[in-house]
């Protein structure tokens, strides 16, 4: 029922200039099976648009299949499945920061000293980007922006406490 919006929703995403994805596993119950299925349920968006979709497994075949059409920057988890959307040449990578940044403040348990000076590197970052959204900055401005001031981050422009 709800397949012709979803579809034309599809549409848009794959027509925009940028989109991310995160995903979640899900258990599906099948009749007939002894066990709950492993599925795997997906958002795509962008800033105007949102479509859920769901796939039996993870394969990378089938995301790269699905985002052909894309011509943009995607942003995604740093995951294997991704190499083929990435590998087509039309798709800007674009990592997403916030597994790292709970990697970092998971580590604060072990190696406290390593885990601080790289949550507040991370934490510049974000400070940067907050800087650039109350500037209004978009396209272009916003991407020389991050260059002049997100990628060369010295360590001695943030601090730990």
């Known amino acids: 029922m709800l397949s012709g919006v979803d ?89 997403c920061n916030a597994h790292g940044r709970r990697k970092v403040r998971d580590a604060e348990a072990t190696q406290p000293v390593l885990a601080v000076e790289g949550g507040a590197f991370i934490g510049a970052m974000y400070a940067e980007e907050e800087k650039a959204q109350k500037l209004g900055l978009v396209g272009v401005a916003l991407r020389e922006h991050r260059q002049q001031y997100i990628r060369p981050i010295p360590l001695t422009n943030f601090a730990i406490t």
Do not use: C
Not at 18 to 35: N, R, S, Y
Not at 67 to 76: E, H, K
């Open 7 to 95: 579809g034309l929703h599809w549409k848009q995403l794959l027509a925009s200039s940028w989109m991310a994805t995160d995903g979640t596993g899900l258990k599906v119950i099948v009749p007939q099976l002894p066990a709950a299925h492993n599925g795997y349920l997906e958002l795509y968006r962008n800033d105007e648009l949102a479509v859920f979709q769901y796939e039996p497994d993870k394969r990378g075949d089938v995301v790269a299949a699905k985002l052909r059409p894309f011509r943009g920057t995607f942003t995604a988890d740093a995951e294997h499945r991704f190499n083929d959307v990435f590998a087509l040449g039309h798709v800007l990578e674009a990592g």
